[in-house]
């Protein structure tokens, strides 16, 4: 089933001619949606292949283990883990709330899964077993054939919990070598302040009967506000680590720590040592070699991108590579895995330029770089597979995601049997833009025309522009498929995806411009990109939309406040109006972001006076000056910016009599996960915009 194929009528020799942004789409919005249910950290086990997967419509927001099934069940997809809610006890999901972000929370074990239940925080582990084909039964879920057990799944069994609580979870998990145990970042509740953070192990061993024996956690590093990505040498004696505390966030600034371990002795860790320690240098990406040296990857203010450095006991610290790209990504979520030892001394990595990312063979003893991919729009989520194969995530201009797997001694890329069923004909195509701004800097950004295969625009009459600003702000919008862009193109519009002066992927110069400048440079970026495309005649500049979600949603009315003469409307979804209340009652990972992009510590009682950056920025203040329509949208659950957030503006609008429309759905977070919730902000937000378009064109 292909995108195209829901085009209305028969096909069309001759286009329509209709006024730009009021066309009849192409696209059946359902489909775009498809995205949500893309695959998630595949990896191998025993020859099969595995991956998570989001349901996102007929069992909104649980996130299963899915495998490649074989010719006993027509090479379709199984499901692992309980689908199936009995009662409150069996409802898994493998997801955490750790960092409120969440990220990979699972590893596998002798022939267990072992991960992280999104309900209550705590561990389960279950069997990973083959069921024959008279043990399975068919389900089609979010339009997809699934395989599962019939009269439901072994539930699994309770391996760790904290206190018999519920916490915020388990995530980053790896195993010793020996396969005695598991070491996880684990984030808990503290009754006297904010959550607190350690690297914890816990001991795997089975009972009499076979079966895994619940453990005790036990605490191995805490006292940073921060951990992440907990990482055993292949010999078992060393564990590494990396930390941070407020206010830095971890592309900012972070320590890369390593031990001695012991993990089953008395005293479990040893010898801690900081092995990167230095002011403006953000590591990630960490892991061991064969030969035990410790590579990472980290900018600095004289490389500038994330390049790969290697450390050992004897050589000290050393630069591997010198790439004009970024080997390394912000820390958003955990488990991000960007490189894998294919050889010797030898990795496989992902390399992200500015048009897109591919995968490169660097030998870590002669810096020597090889490409072993072509340019794909973006990489992700790789792992060592089996048989002299790469595992990774695929992400295309035109198609929905897919599992790929690479040779190591090739450029030959080999698609698995599973791929996701839709993919995109005739998408939108991106043009990257680069233009001016203020302090005689750049800004980046993609550009689309108009698409529609049946309507076209009168010759007189250029489209309206869709400004679409990414979260963050240290996001980043890249070439990969967007269904919204596609869905807007299709309309009618144009649309301008805008990388920001404080976006990632172009250095570390680029990245923390904006610290200190936040609500400024970021805004003067998205003017800067509305006249670039004025001056060359490529939009209707009286009808210029912008959209953006959390701290794209701040750029949102932070821009119509600050360039109302720009503007005719804007969406804002679960953004954020007065920085004060942000920082009141927002979430512990980025409760001291905005001290640092705003360039002003926070004080609640200095925060409120005129002179102070946190009022003076926050577009609560300044709705005077909104000269458009602005509609909201808010998850009633969201940790990250609350729904007082969204209030306070309503109810100023209302005071004011601002024209404005706010919805407000029960039950999601920060970023909206149920497919019915997508499709109705989506149909307002257009009807909202469109309804302008209809008034505009009536009056001219």
Known sequence: MKIADFVLGESHTQKKVADYGLWESHLDPEVLFVKGRAPNYPFQHRGRLYWLQFLSDSYPGKTVLCRAGDERCGFGVEIITPLLAFDVHSNFSIQTRANEYGGKCFCVIDDYIVFNNYRDGCLYAQEIRDYSSSETDVYFIDGRRYFMK?????????LAAWNDQPIPGFADLSTSPDGQWIVAVMEVPNSEGENECRIVKIRWQKNASGEPDPQQVETLVSGADFYASPTISGDGSRLAWLEWSHPYMPWDQTRLMCADIDLGGPQPIRNQSAIIDHENWAVCQIGFLGNGELIFVSDNPECDFWNFYGYSSKGGCRQISNECGEFGEAHWQFG????????????AAILTGRDGDRIIKLNTKTSRIRPMTDQFA????????????????????????????????GLEEIPLQYKDMFDVDHGPVPEFVEFATSKEEVAYGLFFAPLNPIYTGPESQRPPLIVMIHGGPTGRS???????????CSLGFAVLDINHRGSTGFGRTYRQSLVGNWGIDDCEDIAAGIHYLIQKQQIDPELVFIRGSSAGGYAVQRALTQHNELFCAGASYYGIGNLITLSEITHRFESRYTDRLIGEEFDRDRARSPDSCYRQRSPIFEMDKLACPLILFQGSDDRVVPPELSHEVVDLLKRKGIHHAYHEYKGEGHG????????????KEIEFFTDIIRKKRDSD
């Open 150 to 158: 019939m009269g439901g799944h072994d539930l699994p069994v309770k």
């Open 336 to 347: 991000q895995s960007r490189w894998q030892e294919i050889s010797d001394g030898v990795i």
């Open 378 to 409: 973006a990489l992700n989520q790789m792992s060592l597979g089996e048989r002299g194969r790469l595992l990774c995530m695929a992400h295309y201009e035109n198609s929905m995601p897919s599992i790929i797997q690479v040779l190591y001694g």
């Open 478 to 488: 890249s070439r990969v498929y967007e269904g919204i862009r596609h869905h807007y």
């Open 672 to 683: 909206f996960r149920n497919k019915t919730t997508k499709l109705a902000a989506l149909d």
